[in-house]
């Protein structure tokens, strides 16, 4: 009898761990960053069509397959920083923010990291590249 307890025992944690292991992909982005603004597609396509600029976070090869037209990359793990954004802007123009949508963390971390960096006119768009291309707005 003890075998065939530790034999369920042994069984329930690797059943656990591989549930776990299947979740640990899936978080969801914020809906909103203190310090920026969220905005919908709509909201981003109206900026976008005032000239504001896009930047984009993803990783090259995201970038590389498509993206805003006009966006300027800085992806946050090798080029996202103050001064590569001081680069790109003054710390009060506008500038909106985007990743691969809501399940991508990269735009709330990158306008985490905007505002507490002193830029003061940050746009989120939590709905990323995926939102704006499937409304049909422009892409290169």
Known sequence: MKIT??????????????VQSSFAGDKISP??????KTVTTAEAKKLFDEGVLFIDVRKDKDWNAGRVSDA?????????????MAAEMKKDDPAVIY???ERC???????KKAVDWGFTNIYYYRDGFPAWKN??????
């Open 105 to 111: 963390m990269r735009s709330s971390d990158a306008c």
């Open 135 to 140: 409304a049909g707005h422009p892409v290169e």
């Open 99 to 101: 990743c691969n949508g």
């Open 5 to 18: 307890a530790k034999i369920i025992a042994v069984a329930f944690f690797l059943t656990f761990i591989c």
């Open 72 to 84: 300027v990359q800085l992806n946050i793990k090798t080029k996202l920083s103050a001064e590569t």
């Open 31 to 36: 809906m909103n960053i203190d310090g920026a």
